[in-house]
């Protein structure tokens, strides 16, 4: 089926342990990002990629990489985890000028 | 701070009736779109209006847009009990980031 898919759904976390979330989307979209949801605040710009071998920061980069090496592929890295970082994560992609599609959600709890 | 702010936080209608949420940013922006998302649930895309455009339709939605004003709003007709959901506005900023407010919560009850 097309779409986003996002890997696990649930993880539970120790702080200072490190982890990658999979993001893998069939629609040959140039444009991936990866957001976090906090009760009351909405969607939240962590990383974006506009194409295979690039990205950039958004809102809150801090604690988090990412990498696109293909097209279809762009992981999230969370480097040593902290409580903050509890919450649900979203990945997305679209082409330019056009709406997201996003995944089901990844809901990361650290402990 | 959020680039798009909802208002209001939160709506409470009957079944039948229209619900009305605004949006309102700060900077110039490409498009806005408006998602939907269900309790638990991935967003989904609902509709994009450009810059360049004042009102589109889709199905029972019709969003409003005013770059003067800075503001958008999304009127859903006729609502049903399945529109219950929270809503939110984002807004191209770039080709590259889609910034996304904090959303409207809609309640329709049956």
């Known amino acids: 089926n097309a779409g986003v898919t996002q890997t696990p759904k649930f993880q539970v976390l120790k702080t200072g342990q490190s982890m990658t979330l999979q993001c893998a989307q069939d629609?040959?979209?140039?444009?991936m990002s990866w957001y976090r949801q906090d009760p009351g605040m909405g969607l939240r710009l962590i990383h974006y990629s506009v194409g295979a071998g690039i990205t950039d920061q958004g809102e809150v980069p801090n604690g988090y990489n990412v990498s696109r090496s293909t097209t279809e592929d762009f992981p999230l890295r969370l480097l040593s985890a902290a409580p903050s970082q509890t919450s649900v994560y979203f990945c997305a992609s679209r082409f330019q000028g056009s709406g997201y599609t996003f995944g089901s959600g990844t809901r990361l709890t650290v402990v | 701070s959020q680039q798009g702010e909802e208002d209001p936080q939160a709506l409470s209608i009957q079944e039948g009736e229209n619900a009305t949420m605004n949006c309102s940013y700060k900077t110039s922006i490409n498009n806005l779109q408006w998602y939907r998302q269900n309790s638990g649930r991935g967003l989904v895309h609902l509709i994009l209006i450009r810059s360049n455009e004042r009102e589109k339709h889709s199905g029972r939605l019709r969003v409003t847009l005013d770059t003067s004003k800075k503001s958008s709003s999304l009127l859903i007709t006729a609502s049903r009990a399945a529109d219950t959901a929270s809503y939110f506005c984002a807004t191209d900023v770039s080709s590259y980031k889609l910034i996304f407010g904090s959303g409207t919560r809609l309640l329709v009850r049956p």
């Open positions: 629609m040959n979209h140039e444009y």
